[in-house]
């Protein structure tokens, strides 16, 4: 037998109450209802995060069910920290997050996956967690009170800045927004400028327009779907270092779990950092993306890079001699591959005359199918009521020649036909205004919503709709292509 069809039956005898359930009063027996693991991640449905609810899925028989919420969005300051001690006080059940967080949650050796110049590719990163450091960052997750799950690369993190980046000595003065976290802020300052911390990503934009802002450390992905792009047009083609994600139970959530369950979850977990999530495919048609925006991307040469070592170097020699982060350390700068490196140039950002791109008519929202799942809680953060069923909704949008669909499973009281609204659509740059024909010609008013897509993923902000309940389906998570 394979272990997927064992792990399913281990579930289906141990998870307590969903499984051998005495026959109701008619007789039958009662039929299986799944349990509910809810999965909190600020960044949204991240492709490891969707894999691993995926396989969980598969793994179970269908007898475990993995929901990602988004209730603290890390665009707002202080959010990702904020996860953390929640999922260590037990008040979350499981969260994903990136590495970057965890320093100054209760586990310090996580100050060296920021180290400068060290993990600076995916495929550095990804060998690095393949070594010791990777049993290294979880039991140190042990000890902070979580249960480590997986940990697994994401995106080189870049410099998007006001002006061209090529070494050490142009960071001078420069004032550079980054997340909270302090060994980032130590190697900026090593480089002569001056981190800018505690701010939403709204407050980036507008700092960067206004020019009270000179920069961030962002990955390529980011720049898209916050609209960066509009404010500052010039992208390192280098990296500081690799983020790190990271999947971790509260140790109560686990310990409510059957030993079935739990063995679902951490082959669900292990398959998922190694599972191929197309994260280096995605960096570049990101990079390619912004590049078609007149943004420019900055090589450092050789000399440039090692000069990037140097200046920063007194960062990593605290690393090495903290006794935190002493062992992960040394085990990251024995990778093969580790070191500053250039990141790939695409043909497509060969380069050109800086310019803040004007919108066109002829920008091209990808046709397809679209998909979201909204939980009650997040009706619950835009201030409507909701009257569905406890395990959310599904909404489904299809977007071909010109024309939309939108359904909802279950379907909705009052619904008309096979569809919850149909009609066509314009797009002009980057607003899209949705008309209906059904139930009826114009039986909403136009409805116009500004988008950005990157990586399969549709984010939307509404510029004019019907009313809060469809403020919230359009915009509080991205819309997964699915075809």
């Known amino acids: 037998m394979t272990r997927a069809p064992l792990l399913a039956m281990l579930v289906a005898a141990g998870c307590g109450g969903t499984a051998g359930q005495p026959p109701n009063k008619s007789g039958a027996k009662a039929a299986i209802q799944p349990t509910a693991i809810q999965?909190?991640?600020?960044?949204?449905?991240t492709p490891y995060a969707e894999h691993f609810a995926k396989r969980v899925g598969e793994l179970s028989g269908g007898t475990l069910t993995v929901y990602i919420s988004q209730r603290y969005p890390s665009g707002e300051a202080g959010n990702e920290a904020r996860v953390a001690r929640m999922v260590r006080a037990g008040e979350l059940d499981?969260?994903?997050?990136?590495?970057?967080?965890?320093?100054?949650?209760g586990a310090p050796a996580f100050a060296a996956l920021q180290a400068p110049f060290v993990l600076t590719t995916f495929d550095a990163a990804r060998r690095a967690l393949a070594g010791p450091a990777d049993a290294l960052l979880k039991a140190d997750l042990e000890h902070a009170g979580v249960v480590p799950l997986y940990l697994a690369p994401s995106d080189p993190r870049r410099f998007l800045t006001l002006k061209p980046l090529a070494g050490p000595e142009a960071f001078r003065g420069l004032r550079i927004?980054?997340?909270d976290e302090a060994t980032t802020a130590a190697s900026v300052q090593a480089l002569g400028a001056r981190p800018v911390q505690g701010i939403s990503t709204g407050e980036v934009y507008k700092r960067l327009e206004e020019g009270r802002l000179d920069g961030l450390e962002t990955a390529a992905g980011t720049v898209i779907s916050y609209d960066y792009w509009r404010a500052a047009h010039n992208l390192t083609a280098y990296a500081m270092f690799t983020g790190i994600e990271t999947l971790v139970a509260s140790s109560a959530a686990w310990k409510r779990l059957s030993p079935s369950q739990r063995e679902?979850?951490?082959?669900?977990?292990?398959?998922?950092?190694?599972?191929?999530t197309r994260r280096p495919a995605a960096d570049a048609e990101a990079v390619e993306s912004v590049c078609s925006t007149g943004m420019r991307l900055k090589e450092a040469s050789v000399a440039q890079l090692r000069g990037f070592a140097g200046a920063t170097e007194s960062v990593r020699a605290a690393l090495r001699q903290a006794p935190a982060t002493a062992a992960v350390m040394r085990a990251f700068e024995a990778t093969d591959g580790a070191g500053p490196r250039r990141l790939a140039f695409?043909?497509?950002?060969?380069?050109?005359?800086?310019?803040a791109p004007a919108p066109r008519d002829d920008a091209a929202l990808p046709e397809g199918t679209y998909?979201?799942?909204?939980?009650?809680?997040?009706?619950?953060a835009g201030g409507v009521g909701y009257l569905g069923p406890r395990e959310g909704l599904k909404w489904t949008v299809r977007l071909q020649d010109g024309k939309w669909t939108r359904t909802v499973d279950p379907v909705l009281p009052g619904t008309v036909g096979d569809y919850d609204g149909a009609g066509t659509y314009e797009v002009r740059g980057n607003e899209v205004t949705f008309r209906y024909t059904h139930p009826r010609v114009d039986a909403s008013a136009p409805e116009v919503l500004r988008w950005s897509y990157y990586g399969g993923r549709l984010s939307i902000k509404e510029v004019r709709v019907i009313d809060g309940g469809m403020s919230v389906v359009y915009t509080a998570h991205p819309w997964r292509r699915v075809r």
Do not use: H, K
Request: with cysteine.
């Open 39 to 45: 999965l909190e991640s600020p960044n949204g449905e």
């Open 371 to 380: 998909v979201t799942r909204l939980m009650p809680r997040d009706y619950d």
């Open 177 to 179: 927004r980054l997340y």
């Open 346 to 355: 695409p043909a497509a950002c060969a380069p050109r005359p800086a310019r």
């Open 94 to 105: 499981f969260a994903v997050l990136p590495g970057r967080t965890w320093s100054s949650a």
């Open 264 to 276: 679902v979850i951490q082959a669900a977990a292990e398959d998922t950092a190694r599972a191929d």
